[in-house]
């Protein structure tokens, strides 16, 4: 019967019954079938989010498809936010989600009422996904953050009430440098390097790791001996150090 053949072949082939129409030739080549394909795959699957070995994957390249793809889309949102303002971005992202859902829901009711079949709703197994949040999850993920907000809320201090006057020195030299680099960029061209970065510099670094490593040692050395020589020539290091 229809109903127990694959979705695929069911619209390849043409309909046993002589009351409903051939569809001999009609193959999903639309958006419409390949979100059919997508959601028709990972209906059985559950929804979670990304854990730290699928980040790693993600920015190693290891599925080249699944990181070209958010690598892409990030990069053309982060470049429509620097060529257009944020509610235009925001509203034509939202247009285009509506457009494929709403096409695709069409597209399955057509589907359906030709060959009468009772398949339901294209969505339904992301509807009945609970995606609530639970009280405990929350105070979960509040504690963990309070965590991160008390460490930086303590450096903050240790730096700006110059607990360690090198640390503070470090600090002003890096704002110093952050203006001139604040007069060529904006916000938006920074997070479109850093993006780049990020999905470039690691998959590099695999690859010339060895190379990499001996120049950054030589780097660190020569930083290391300049901090020495700048903190045997301030008064306070030098005297913190004999004590």
Known sequence: SLEARPRSE???????DPHRP???GFRCLTLAGAIDSF???????PVSLFSTSQVHDLIFWRDVKKTGFVFGTTLIVLLSLAAFSVISVVSY?????????ISFRVYKSVIQAVQKSEEGHPFKAY??????????????????AM??????????????????????LKLAVFMWLMTYVGAVFN???????????????PIVYEKYKTQ?????????????????KIQAKLPGIAKKKAE
């Open 22 to 24: 051939r569809l001999r």
């Open 127 to 144: 509807l009945d996904v609970d995606i609530t949040l639970s009280s405990e999850a929350f105070h979960n993920y509040v504690n963990a």
């Open 147 to 168: 965590v991160h907000i008390n460490r930086a809320l303590k450096l903050i201090i240790r730096l700006f009430l110059v607990e360690d006057l090198v640390d503070s």
């Open 212 to 228: 990499i490593d001996h120049y950054v040692g030589i780097a660190r050395d020569q930083t290391k001996s300049i901090v020495e």
């Open 187 to 201: 916000g938006i061209t920074l997070l479109i390097l850093a993006e780049l970065l990020v999905f470039s510099v």
């Open 10 to 16: 069911a619209l390849v082939e043409p309909a046993s």
């Open 39 to 45: 959601v028709s795959s990972s209906s059985s699957q």
């Open 93 to 101: 992202l939202i247009l285009a989600l509506l457009s494929v859902t």
